[in-house]
Antibody, heavy 119, light 109 residues
Framework: QVQLQESGPGLVKPSDTLSLTCAVS?????????WGWIRRPPGKGLEWIGY???????YRNPSLKSRVTMSVDTSKNQFSLKLSSVTAVDTAVYYC????????????WGQGTLVTVSS | QSVLTQPPSASGAPGQRVTISCSGG????????VNWYQQLPGTAPKLLIY???QRPSGVPDRFSGSKSGTSASLAITGLQSEDEADYYC??????????FGGGTKLTVL
């Protein structure tokens, strides 16, 4: 079955870049699906960050667009997120996701990883 | 502030029926499908309803979704204690954005 697993530092300093990777098993990242990121800040709801297709096409949340970089490495069957110039408001549990058919249909989720922004 | 509006809380006794509403606009719910997610405490969200009213394999038929105009609803019948969770609606917006509702915390009394 499809499994997604996030990895990356749990603590990032303010103004630095947050970097996360999502390893995919049981399915190919070079499929027709899109691969993305969603976060949930403490005490708040879910926020979509963006998603990427292996062809290189990307959609990003307009409010985060200038700080978000995403990539797919089909040879390693994984995809990555970089969020630059982080502040405390970027502290959240970050989930990597697969879209079933694009849009807002996220049919597989990683377990999530907590990233805290603090000096 | 979320563009999709959900009540922050809902509750019901075991066995009862509960509905959760999700209100949006013409550029999101009005022109795109709605999906619903269930997030149990300490776990990742799970797709509960897709394409307005479809259940993924394994989701009990106690859960159902509907959409009318710029609003959608999630209904849970035969409420069980394990249904206590946060529920989110989501929809694509024509501004090239995915919107989530603010979430509804369901309490089983």
């Amino acid at each position: 079955q499809v499994q997604l697993q996030e990895s990356g530092p749990g603590l990032v300093k303010p103004s630095d870049t947050l970097s996360l990777t999502c390893a995919v098993s049981g399915y190919s990242t070079s499929s027709t699906n899109w691969w993305g990121w969603i976060r949930r800040p403490p005490g708040k709801g879910l926020e979509w960050i963006g998603y990427i297709h292996y062809s290189g096409n990307i959609y990003r949340n307009p409010s985060l667009k200038s700080r978000v970089t995403m990539s797919v490495d089909t040879s390693k069957n994984q995809f990555s997120l970089k969020l630059s110039s982080v502040t405390a408001v970027d502290t959240a549990v970050y989930y990597c996701v697969r879209t079933g058919d694009g849009g807002s249909n996220f049919d597989h989720w990683g377990q999530g990883t907590l990233v805290t922004v603090s000096s | 502030q979320s563009v999709l509006t959900q009540p922050p809380s809902a509750s019901g006794a075991p066995g009862q029926r509960v509905t959760i509403s999700c209100s949006g606009g013409s550029s999101n719910i009005g022109s795109n499908t709605v999906n619903w997610y269930q997030q149990l405490p300490g776990t990742a969200p799970k797709l509960l309803i897709y394409h307005n009213n479809q259940r993924p394999s394994g989701v009990p038929d106690r859960f159902s979704g509907s959409k009318s105009g710029t609003s959608a609803s999630l209904a849970i019948t035969g409420l069980q204690s394990e249904d206590e969770a946060d529920y989110y609606c989501a929809a694509w917006d024509d501004s090239l954005n995915v919107l989530f509702g603010g979430g509804t915390k369901l309490t089983v009394l």
